[in-house]
């Protein structure tokens, strides 16, 4: 079996994507004005993400035995991703994702989960020799929690769990285990109950409260204002690089995705720095349509936003 420092466990998704002037309100249709069909998924676009800046990666997820199952596959390993672990599930159709996107780049997103749903502890145990040997570890939560769970128990490396979608009711392990716990301003207020947050100031408060409920450290993404990260011993704010946004769909991912690469890469990187250059990275894909198709390559640290 061919080794991978990055291991991510997670979904994948086909992105239906239709662009309009604005995102519509309850009960309301309006014209968009173009229409697209990508790769998505968490999972996959943070593989795919730590793969085009060079990551060497593996994937651990499940496609439908539909006509989007080969095709994603096929898509993974044109981008050097390993699929070992990436099985057609029978009598099951592939995960979708409707997208909305405005002009001003806001998106609204419903996910149908399909495959996703079959993937289970027994697939996690299938690859423990590529995840126990993995040094950085992703997951999320468009996949079972115990999937996750059981996934960082094998890890012997840095763990990133990416709480995404948001749980009210959730096995407290998913706060304890990984190394990391992810998470946006939106996520946030739901973990901790409901507490805004909309700025750094509300953000401290809100990762305090998940270093309360048991996490060994928090990363909470700020949009246009960066990040926040937050453990028992340090706080760091790291600032976005302003950009013109085109579509803001999978920033996140790509902002993973470049964490879990330089953290994997160089072991000896501060955490400050890497996560200054994931907000590039995530800043960059902004500004093209797309997911997958937008993250940027390696260059993308050299160059000024």
């Known amino acids: 079996m061919t080794s991978s420092n990055i291991v991510v466990v997670g979904s994948c998704m086909i992105d239906f994507v239709s662009y309009a002037p604005r995102l519509p309100k309850a009960g309301e249709t309006i014209h968009g004005r173009e229409f ?8 996959a ?32 390993k044109s981008l050097n991703v ?30 149908v989960a399909g495959a996703n749903n079959h993937l289970n502890t027994k697939d996690v ?15 999320q939560l468009e996949t079972a929690q115990d999937v996750a769970i059981r ?24 706060l304890k285990l990984p190394t990391i716990f992810c998470v946006n301003e939106t996520e946030a207020s739901i973990f901790t109950g409901g507490l805004p947050v909309t700025n750094v100031s509300e953000a401290e408060k809100a990762a305090q409260d998940l270093i309360c409920k048991g996490c060994n450290s928090v990363l909470i993404t700020l949009g246009s204002q960066g990040a926040l990260f937050v453990n028992k011993n340090e706080k760091l704010v790291v600032p976005s690089p302003s950009v013109k946004s085109v579509d803001t769909t999978g920033a996140g991912d790509a902002f993973i995705g470049a964490l879990a690469y330089l953290l994997a890469n160089d072991k000896s990187i501060p955490m400050q720095e890497a996560l200054e250059k994931a ?21 993308v640290f050299s160059k000024t936003l």
């Open 36 to 43: 697209a069909t990508n790769f998505g998924g968490k999972g």
């Open 45 to 76: 676009n943070q593989c795919v993400a730590a793969a085009k800046l060079g990551g060497n990666t593996a994937l651990v997820a499940r496609v439908g035995d539909d006509i989007w199952g080969p095709k994603y596959i096929q898509n993974l």
């Open 82 to 111: 390993n699929t070992d672990h990436v099985q057609i599930t029978e009598n099951s159709s592939s995960g979708i994702a409707q997208i909305t996107v405005s002009d001003a780049g806001e998106n609204q997103i419903v996910i």
């Open 125 to 139: 145990e299938a690859a423990q020799d590529l995840i126990s040997n993995a040094a950085v570890l992703v997951l």
């Open 151 to 174: 996934a960082i128990q094998l890890c012997r490396g840095i763990s990133i769990l990416n709480g995404a979608p948001a749980l009210s009711e959730y096995n407290n392990q998913i």
């Open 279 to 299: 907000c590039i990275a995530a800043s960059d894909s902004v500004t093209r349509p797309g997911t997958q198709i937008s993250f940027p390559g390696p260059d």
